[in-house]
């Protein structure tokens, strides 16, 4: 078992910048594969970014490539995803998720990640 933890979600104009972090307990995070998903009202949850369990690789949608950077940091067991450059249309629940099985390589598919954390909004004003 993984518990997900995320913090840093709030309210910014458009253009600005948040840090969202989640930490884990449990198994060891390092083991992880880790990704960040999101929410917009009335719509799917949908990827935004991952990260291998060495942090060697990285991936993102298309919709954020370039403003958003995932990392970790496993001596603390955390995972982070520095959002820069907001526009309103990123305002959405941003959840974390944890992948024990893949995590060599990123993984995009939501079926792919065992584990998620309950999730923090972040709202972007214009």
């Known amino acids: 078992q993984v518990q997900l933890v995320e913090s840093g979600g709030g309210l910014v104009q458009a253009g600005g910048s948040l840090r969202l972090s989640c930490t884990a307990s449990?198994?060891?995070?390092?083991?992880?594969?880790m990704g960040w998903f999101r929410q917009a009202p009335g719509k799917e949850r949908v990827f935004v970014a991952a990260?291998?369990?060495?942090?060697?690789?990285?991936f993102y949608a298309d919709s954020v490539k370039g403003r958003f950077t995932i990392s970790r940091d496993n001596s603390k067991n955390t995972v982070y995803l520095q959002m820069n450059s907001l526009k309103p249309e990123d305002t959405a629940v941003y959840y974390c998720?944890?992948?024990?099985?893949?995590?060599?390589?990123?993984?995009?598919?939501?079926?792919?990640?065992?584990?998620w954390g309950q999730g923090t909004q972040v709202t972007v004003s214009s």
């Open positions: 449990g198994r060891t995070f390092s083991n992880n594969g």
């Open positions: 998720a944890a992948d024990p099985r893949y995590g060599m390589v990123v993984r995009t598919s939501q079926r792919d990640y065992d584990y």
């Open positions: 990260i291998t369990r060495s942090g060697s690789t990285t």
